[in-house]
């Protein structure tokens, strides 16, 4: 019973976008492949660790000669494979998290039971997708759906993780997820940087719960790594430029369009 749900769980995470599914069966291969390679490993030389599977690099200055060097070889591949294991953590299970408790949640896309069982639990009243419309998309399709048969709002608002949203886009952001009833789920692909940042700008220009919580929006905690060599910095750079206006007295969002029941909002 216990395995046979646990397998349903698997199909319908791996069934809810072709990217996910793509990265689910990578990393299956990729297991498999370092079981194989360990266990002929061990068949050959008793006693071995789990080192074997590092990078051969890494394991070698790891047993160097300088103390140094093995400390900093370990700390790095430590390190690595906490983080590994912590993404992929966060997006088996949906990167779900709170952002105003009884307000607004945020997650990465969510398959059709994931979905049905937040909404439930939280009593969701309304979906941001900030994917955009994408009709004929499996993902899509199932989402709208899904939102349809919960009896929901689900509203489309598209943005991209590689670029900076103009003022007006910032603003009609805020404007939509003001006027969006409440509780209200935002998701993005992987819940990492896009909807990092639209949960910051609810924090910081709707709920005006300070910069420092706003912040914490965009974090690795949710995913996001703000490098400037890595695409989603455009959200950081975004944040940065909207924080002075955010952060204004008085600061109020410009009025949303109206969103009919359970009906699908694109703005584009």
């Known amino acids: 019973m216990i ?33 194989y390679r360990l266990k002929q490993h061990v ?52 990167n779900f998290g709170t952002v105003i408790r009884g307000q607004v949640y945020r997650s990465a896309q969510l398959g059709s039971a994931t979905m049905s069982f937040n909404v439930r639990r939280y009593g969701i009243k309304a979906i941001i997708n900030l994917r955009g419309s994408n009709p004929g998309q499996a993902w899509y399709e199932r989402e709208v759906a899904d939102a349809k048969a919960l009896g929901i709002y689900h509203i489309d608002f598209r943005m991209s993780a590689k670029r900076q949203l103009s003022r007006e886009q910032a603003e009609e952001l805020i404007a939509l997820m003001a006027q969006a009833p409440k509780p209200l789920l935002i998701h993005c692909a992987s819940g990492a940087d896009r909807t990092g940042l639209a949960a910051a700008l609810y924090v910081a220009a709707i709920a005006k719960a300070g910069h420092e919580k706003a912040q914490a929006q965009l974090s690795p905690f949710f995913g996001h790594l703000s490098l400037p060599f890595l695409p989603g910095y455009a959200m950081d750079r975004t944040w940065e430029e909207f924080t002075q206006l955010l952060n204004k007295v008085g600061h109020e969002a410009r009025p949303a369009p109206a969103t009919p029941g359970s009906d699908t909002i694109d703005l584009q």
């Open 43 to 94: 068949r050959h030389n008793p006693g071995s660790s789990l080192r074997y599977l590092l990078p051969r690099f890494l394991v070698m200055r790891a047993k160097g000669d300088s103390r140094a060097g093995r400390w900093l070889a370990r700390t790095l591949l430590w390190s690595v494979s906490a983080v590994t294991i912590y993404v992929a953590v966060l997006l088996y299970w949906g």
């Open 3 to 35: 395995i046979a749900a646990i397998f349903a769980s698997i199909y319908e995470k791996i069934s809810t976008d072709r990217s996910i599914a793509l990265a689910s069966l990578s990393i299956l291969l990729a297991l498999l492949l370092a079981y």
